[in-house]
């Protein structure tokens, strides 16, 4: 380890920056513009990030590159960093700082996995917690230390975990391609094809339960740093996933008590409270698991019908529009189970019907073997990125 020496940060950048003050638009005028919300576990999907207007100058001064590490510096996110792994026209928000790293000193993706370690999590944690609003400044991350190997074994470790973080992207593209398929199928099939003659059923009559949660705290209980999964709002993608960094946790006797909203698998979820209508399906992955009031859960009843079609239905345009007909404005936008229970939808002929929820769940046990790799790839990763972070765990420099 001779060749190893303790660095801070500041020592292997050219440049920090804080990022540039726009506001966001949807329509693409300009480049994009990364905010702390479009880092997720480390990832980046360009496809839902907005964009914004800036002059030739700034976006030539905020211009995101290859190899940049962009660092949240505000909020319950503080921290969250990423690097940038493709060339995008974009720019990146106020509430970023970005680190361009010296290439002649270090490789860029070696440090963006340091960043990535518990280490540099803990070192945040240290300087941004125990206040009302987390925070820490660009001076801050700099002061952080960590391990730098020779230029030759940081490209040999870089490669190592990028290899397999190449193979996790890979899985969540056929995963995201998975879905839009099963999704436009259901819409050719169910929707596009529907004919006069089909019966009309309410999702009530295809559901063996329809309910949702409670809030610990209504019963004197308080959330916990580690245990069961309790899922949010937050907790749900707009694209019908999870973001695991954002559920809760609670203690088995808490869970006891709320036995009654007890997740299981393939239960369909959806948001009921604040932002109406995000859909998700529950896979092993993700139990044990309970939630609150603000989600509401489906249960179908499989002599009928596969959670799959439940799924597909309510992420068609028909039903989303359905939900903004029969949210109810109060304090804040809400959407009851009886609203739910009665949305109607049009029943194929049983041929039909079997034959489309047998190519539906084809799409979707692909989709959970992928999610199952994922898991299993990741575990790797995090296993082995602290041991060659540190030197514990050696690379033969070819």
């Keep these: 380890m001779t060749d190893w020496k303790e660095i801070e940060l500041r020592e292997i950048c050219s440049n920090i920056s804080y990022g540039y003050t726009a506001s966001a638009n949807i329509a693409p005028v300009g480049p994009k513009f990364l905010r702390i919300t479009d880092i997720s576990k480390g990832r980046i999907n360009w496809e839902t990030v907005p964009y914004c207007k800036i002059s030739i100058k700034d976006s030539v001064k905020y211009k995101l590159e290859i190899g940049d590490i962009v660092i949240a510096r505000t909020g319950a996110t503080t921290g969250y960093n990423t690097i940038i792994k493709n060339e995008v026209d974009a720019v990146f928000a106020s509430y970023l700082i970005r680190y361009k790293v010296d290439k002649e000193i270090a490789e860029p993706f070696f440090v963006g996995y340091v960043l990535q370690s518990n280490r540099f999590q803990d070192y945040v944690d240290a300087i941004a917690g125990g206040s009302a609003q987390p925070g820490a400044n660009a001076q801050q ?7 730098l190997p020779t230029l030759p074994e940081q490209f040999q470790i870089a490669s190592i975990l990028s290899s397999l973080d190449n193979k996790i992207d890979l899985l969540h593209r056929q995963n995201k391609t998975l879905e839009q398929l099963a999704e436009t199928m259901f819409r050719q099939w169910f ?7 089909w019966e009309t059923k309410k999702v009530k009559d295809v559901c063996t339960t329809i309910s ?10 308080q959330f916990k740093e580690i245990g069961i999964n309790f899922i949010k709002a937050e907790s749900l993608t707009d694209e019908g996933g999870f973001i695991s960094e954002k559920f809760a946790f609670i203690d088995n006797e808490t869970d006891e008590l709320l036995r009654r909203s007890r997740i299981q698998k393939e239960d369909i979820l959806i948001t009921i409270a604040g932002t109406i209508g995000r859909i998700a399906h529950v896979t092993e992955d993700v139990l044990p698991a309970n939630t609150n009031q603000a989600i509401g859960f489906m249960r179908a ?4 019908i596969t959670p799959y079609f439940i799924y597909c239905l309510f992420k068609t345009s028909e039903i989303r529009n359905d939900f903004e007909g029969r949210v109810i404005h109060a304090v804040q936008p809400n959407l009851s189970l009886g609203e739910i229970g009665d949305i109607e939808f049009k029943m194929p002929p049983k041929e039909k019907l079997e034959y489309g929820m047998h190519e539906l769940s084809h799409l979707f046990n692909k989709k959970e073997k992928n999610t199952n ?19 514990e765990v050696r690379v033969k420099i070819n």
Excluded: C, H, W, Y
């Design 191 to 197: 929707v596009e094809e529907t004919e006069e003659s």
């Design 373 to 391: 790799q994922i898991r299993t790839l990741t575990q790797l990763r995090d296993t082995l990125l602290p041991k060659l972070m540190s030197g």
């Design 141 to 147: 991350f700099a002061d952080f230390e960590f391990l």
């Design 301 to 304: 009843n499989k002599e009928i």
């Design 212 to 221: 949702k949660g409670t809030t610990p705290t209504t019963l004197g209980k």
